[in-house]
């Protein structure tokens, strides 16, 4: 399995993802467990998340390479489009834990834990789009929007986030554990 007011919601979904990188093609999103035939090493201990004004904040949106009506239209760089729903599937209300992790090349994994009430979200998000994406906006940066193609079911969701060091800082600025503010990656 492959893994992985308008004007105003459209503006701040910009302003959120207006430090975005290009959208790596070969992405894919998948439980943890089933990371394309690599096994994820874990480089930090899970971090629960909690209740904290100093976390940075997590988002994950429906994405798409095609237009689509009411869909806020973000500029990648070095170049690209991608088209971003304006109202977030999960965000980090959504979670239970989060956690680094690389994979065998090497390459940093973000694995989200999530709740009930998270999982429900994104299997009907899933399930009603199919064949997506899912823009992973952590504070104000996109780190990754992988395709999926099938709804998914895992309470477990992982995304290439390309380095172990990206990987590290979010999942403890999304967890609000080490300094007293969230890195702007």
């Given at each position: 399995m ?8 459209a503006v701040?979904v910009?302003?959120?993802v207006s430090?975005?990188?290009?959208v790596p093609q ?20 899970r ?10 904040d997590?988002?994950?949106f ?13 500029s ?5 489009v991608?088209?971003?729903?304006t ?12 956690q ?26 899933t ?10 906006v ?39 554990v080490?300094?007293?503010s969230?890195?702007?990656?």
């Amino acid at each position: 399995m492959s893994v992985a007011g308008k004007w105003i919601v459209a503006v701040g979904v910009a302003l959120v993802v207006s430090g975005c990188q290009s959208v790596p093609q070969g992405s894919a999103t998948a439980p943890a467990a089933q990371l394309g035939g690599t096994v994820p090493s874990s480089t930090d201990d899970r971090q629960v998340v909690r209740a904290d004004a100093q976390a940075a904040d997590l988002r994950v949106f429906l994405a798409d390479v095609q237009p689509r009506p009411g869909w806020a239209e973000i500029s990648l760089k070095p170049k690209g489009v991608l088209y971003v729903q304006t109202a977030p599937v999960i965000s980090r209300s959504d979670l239970i834990g989060i956690q680094s992790a690389t994979d065998q090349s090497g390459g940093g994994i973000l694995i989200l834990a999530l709740n009930d009430e998270g999982l429900r979200k994104l299997h009907a998000a899933t399930a009603a789009n199919p064949g997506l994406r899912l823009a992973l906006v952590v504070g104000h940066t996109m780190l990754a929007a992988p395709g999926y193609a099938a709804p998914i079911r895992e309470k477990q969701l992982a995304f290439g986030v390309g380095s172990r060091r990206n990987a590290e800082i979010a999942a403890r600025a999304v967890a609000g554990v080490g300094s007293a503010s969230p890195p702007d990656f």
